[in-house]
């Protein structure tokens, strides 16, 4: 219908123009004269093409009234949703919770155009507490970013914080689940009295959701801190246990047997026992050095679970003194395992190591780190004195003085199997299969460093290696 009125406007000009035309040829040649008459025409015409003009300039001025305020908000929305994928980006990737929160109430003063925005986290006796704070200079009580002091929570809480000439104008809850932990807010001048539109209101709302999860994250991540230092802390009262302490207690025995058959005059039967004695003490020994090594060789994210591994198998190889080779292709060094994954994959490794020296009899060992389809595998073969693996079909805890079931256990806890190949007199070989992570961390990458290559990616022998193949001085 308003199609037709548009048409309907323009066939009325055009008649109207062609009827004065038509008058200005016949009734109006009688008393107006030339050139009066075409001056006539010409002052109608001007008249209605300007009309039309007038209108259709307002109907394009309000269109694109219209195009940029839509455009402006469209660019408003575009810069709140960037903003909170940086700050999801920020909080996904556990980086700094100090930075994160910072970062997340800087945003909410600039997407909103605010003189202020301030985060409360509540206490435990329902107290208030400034934690971040992003102002112009002068907003604050006492000019001071953060930590100003607690007060009792009302429905004002943050303003406290403000100078007088200043008020809070729009808050938010910040929780995680069902629990509230604070307030965001952001304040502006008493004399600014702007209205805060609904997206703004949306905005605020999901920043605070933002900074929730950050928190909750950074309680997460202590958590994990503090249960992997207790499980580290159990592992190294295990491993006393099983060798330091037994060792000792078995030194003491023996130094006892040593001194009575020695007040008995028992000389070659206290030599044979010292010998023992001495060999006690050089096993012992060599399980103290080689948990000092374990405890300082670490996976760095510069270079990658094959560093740490050909690392840590130079190391074994001198306290050991067994002969060690570790090989590893460039597929499995540009593999992509999660951090986590990668450290599975070097505890069950200095395991397997750790059984090989204590119980093999072996005099040679190699790593071999390859890439198999989706899985990164690790193959550890000895040539010692092996055992019945079909014993092991009644469960690893027949042998829990190999560690196996806690070997099985880390494998699996990142989606990988392990598996013990062996006969006796045939050496032992351990299979780890790790899958790679879609989308893990890539801490194994393209590009770094070979183990034993000194220089990095341009160092002068990266362009002749098609794999790494590295022989410890016992070799």
Same mark, same amino acid.
């Given at each position: 219908?308003?199609?037709?009125?548009?048409?309907? $406007?323009?066939?009325?000009?055009?008649?109207?123009?062609?009827?004065?035309?038509?008058?200005?040829?016949?009734?109006?040649?009688?008393?107006?004269?030339?050139?009066?008459?075409?001056?006539?025409?010409?002052?109608?015409?001007?008249?209605?093409?300007?009309?039309?003009?007038?209108?259709?300039?307002?109907?394009?001025?309000?269109?694109?009234?219209?195009?940029?305020?839509?455009?402006?908000?469209?660019?408003?929305?575009?810069?709140?949703?960037?903003?909170?994928?940086?700050?999801?980006?920020?909080?996904?990737?556990?980086?700094?919770?100090?930075?994160?929160?910072?970062?997340?109430?800087?945003?909410?003063?600039?997407?909103?155009?605010?003189?202020? $925005?301030?985060?409360?986290?509540?206490?435990?006796?329902?107290?208030?507490?400034?934690?971040?704070?992003?102002?112009?200079?002068?907003?604050?009580?006492?000019?001071?970013?953060?930590?100003?002091?607690?007060?009792?929570?009302?429905?004002?809480?943050? %303003?406290?914080?403000?100078?007088?000439?200043?008020?809070?104008?729009?808050?938010?809850?910040?929780?995680?689940?069902?629990?509230?932990?604070?307030?965001?807010?952001?304040?502006?001048?008493?004399?600014?009295?702007?209205?805060?539109?609904?997206?703004?209101?949306?905005?605020?709302?999901?920043?605070?959701?933002?900074?929730?999860?950050?928190?909750?994250?950074?309680?997460?991540?202590?958590?994990?801190?503090?249960? $992997?230092?207790?499980?580290?802390?159990?592992?190294?009262?295990?491993?006393?246990?099983?060798?330091?302490?037994?060792?000792?207690?078995?030194?003491?025995?023996?130094?006892?047997?040593?001194?009575?058959?020695?007040?008995?005059?028992?000389?070659?039967?206290?030599?044979?026992?010292?010998?023992?004695?001495?060999?006690?003490?050089?096993?012992?020994?060599?399980?103290?050095?080689?948990?000092?090594?374990?405890?300082?060789?670490?996976?760095?994210?510069?270079?990658?679970?094959?560093?740490?591994?050909?690392?840590?198998? $130079?190391?074994?190889?001198?306290?050991?003194?067994?002969?060690?080779?570790?090989?590893?292709?460039?597929?499995?060094?540009?593999?992509?395992?999660?951090?986590?994954?990668?450290?599975?994959?070097?505890?069950?490794?200095?395991?397997?190591?750790?059984?090989?020296?204590?119980?093999?009899?072996?005099?040679?060992?190699?790593?071999?780190?390859?890439?198999?389809?989706?899985?990164?595998?690790?193959?550890?073969?000895?040539?010692?004195?092996?055992?019945?693996?079909?014993?092991?079909?009644?469960?690893?805890?027949?042998?829990?003085?190999?560690?196996?079931?806690?070997?099985?256990?880390?494998?699996?806890?990142?989606?990988?199997?392990?598996?013990?190949?062996?006969?006796?007199?045939?050496?032992?070989?351990?299979?780890?299969?790790?899958?790679?992570?879609?989308?893990?961390?890539?801490?194994?990458?393209?590009?770094?460093?070979?183990?034993?290559?000194?220089?990095?990616?341009?160092?002068?022998?990266?362009?002749?290696?098609?794999?790494?193949?590295?022989?410890?001085? %016992?070799?």
């Amino acid at each position: 219908m308003y199609r037709r009125r548009r048409w309907l $406007a323009v066939l009325a000009a055009v008649l109207f123009v062609g009827a004065v035309e038509a008058l200005s040829d016949t009734a109006f040649d009688a008393f107006l004269p030339f050139p009066f008459h075409t001056l006539l025409v010409l002052a109608v015409v001007g008249a209605v093409v300007g009309t039309g003009a007038l209108f259709a300039f307002r109907q394009i001025d309000r269109l694109t009234r219209d195009l940029r305020e839509r455009n402006a908000a469209l660019e408003s929305r575009n810069a709140v949703l960037k903003a909170l994928y940086d700050v999801s980006v920020a909080v996904s990737g556990r980086a700094d919770p100090d930075k994160t929160i910072a970062s997340i109430v800087d945003h909410a003063r600039a997407l909103l155009r605010a003189d202020g $925005a301030l985060l409360g986290l509540d206490g435990p006796a329902g107290e208030l507490s400034l934690r971040a704070a992003s102002v112009v200079p002068g907003i604050l009580l006492g000019d001071q970013p953060a930590g100003v002091g607690v007060m009792a929570r009302g429905e004002d809480d943050l %303003a406290c914080y403000l100078r007088a000439d200043y008020e809070v104008r729009l808050v938010a809850p910040v929780g995680y689940g069902e629990k509230r932990v604070g307030t965001l807010g952001v304040a502006t001048a008493r004399s600014d009295r702007r209205r805060f539109d609904p997206t703004e209101v949306e905005t605020l709302a999901a920043l605070a959701t933002q900074v929730g999860l950050a928190l909750e994250a950074a309680r997460l991540q202590s958590e994990l801190q503090a249960l $992997a230092v207790q499980s580290e802390r159990e592992r190294i009262a295990r491993e006393m246990h099983d060798g330091l302490a037994q060792v000792l207690g078995y030194v003491n025995t023996k130094s006892q047997a040593v001194e009575e058959m020695l007040v008995a005059g028992r000389v070659a039967e206290a030599r044979q026992l010292l010998a023992e004695l001495a060999a006690a003490a050089r096993s012992v020994y060599v399980d103290v050095r080689e948990a000092i090594v374990s405890l300082s060789a670490q996976v760095p994210p510069e270079r990658g679970v094959a560093a740490a591994l050909e690392e840590y198998a $130079a190391l074994y190889a001198e306290s050991s003194k067994l002969a060690v080779r570790f090989k590893a292709s460039p597929e499995a060094i540009a593999a992509q395992l999660s951090a986590v994954a990668q450290a599975e994959v070097f505890s069950i490794a200095r395991e397997a190591l750790t059984n090989v020296r204590k119980h093999a009899r072996a005099h040679r060992v190699t790593l071999n780190l390859a890439l198999e389809g989706p899985e990164v595998v690790l193959r550890i073969e000895d040539d010692g004195a092996g055992f019945d693996a079909e014993l092991l079909s009644t469960g690893p805890e027949r042998w829990p003085h190999f560690g196996l079931a806690g070997m099985r256990e880390r494998a699996e806890s990142v989606g990988g199997r392990i598996a013990w190949h062996s006969t006796q007199g045939a050496g032992t070989q351990v299979e780890l299969r790790i899958p790679v992570g879609v989308g893990a961390s890539s801490l194994l990458q393209e590009g770094v460093a070979s183990p034993g290559e000194i220089g990095g990616p341009t160092g002068p022998h990266q362009a002749v290696r098609s794999s790494i193949s590295v022989r410890s001085e %016992a070799d």
